[in-house]
T-cell receptor, first 115, second 111 residues
């Protein structure tokens, strides 16, 4: 009964490849996020979707494209992977229609290593 | 730029001792949250304090907020080895759902 799940947990791939990370939440939340955590543990938001609509799009290379087929899913597709994309990617969700709506629930993370 | 800076970067204590972590931020906020991250895991929400609150408690956690100094502190009392983790503060940005995370404090509690 995992609240926010991500697949895969580990992803090792070659530079130049295209890969996708999937995220699902069963909390009934309207808002979902993607974060990137670098090797220094610095956590930065990348995207946010509310009810399948993009609401936050930080300065992220357009090689990164989020897709939300429904409000329970937010996938992240990365084209032409670069060495600097190596990081841990976290998905999160939050309720927008009930308190405490600011609290975010995180997935376990996907550890991406680009060789 | 990074919204929150945390101090200290790392903290090592013995079980039973108290641990205090500090967070400073740069702009006005509606609320400030603290999250815990165990090694290799996702972040877990601990506590939220709103801008009109000065202190909040949850179990062994005590959070203070000083909006005039743009700072917050997290106190963990009677620490346990299981408290070993990284702790992050996070502040909201305007009326969005966007959170800006601090740099984190790595806490090590020795049994």
């Amino acid at each position: 009964d995992t609240a926010v799940s991500q697949t895969p947990k580990y992803l090792v791939t070659q530079m130049g490849n295209d890969k996708s990370i999937k995220c699902e939440q069963n909390l009934g939340h309207d808002t979902m996020y993607w974060y990137k955590q670098d090797s220094k543990k610095f956590l930065k938001i990348m995207f946010s979707y509310n009810n399948k609509e993009l609401i936050i799009n930080e300065t992220v290379p357009n090689r990164f494209s989020p897709k939300s087929p429904d409000k329970a899913h937010l996938n992240l597709h990365i084209n032409s992977l670069e060495l600097g994309d190596s990081a841990v990617y976290f998905c999160a969700s939050s309720p927008s229609d009930r308190e405490p709506r600011e609290t975010q629930y995180f997935g376990p993370g996907t550890r991406l290593l680009v060789l | 730029s990074q919204q929150g800076e945390e101090d200290p970067q790392a903290l090592s204590i013995q079980e039973g001792e108290n641990a205090t972590m500090n967070c400073s931020y740069k702009t006005s906020i509606n609320n400030l949250q603290w999250y815990r991250q165990n090694s290799g895991r996702g972040l877990v929400h601990l506590i939220l304090i709103r801008s009109n609150e000065r202190e909040k408690h949850s179990g062994r956690l005590r959070v203070t907020l000083d909006t005039s100094k743009k700072s917050s502190s997290l106190l963990i009392t009677a620490s346990r080895a299981a408290d070993t983790a990284s702790y992050f503060c996070a502040t909201d940005v305007g009326n969005t759902d966007k959170l800006i995370f601090g740099t984190g404090t790595r806490l090590q509690v020795f049994p």
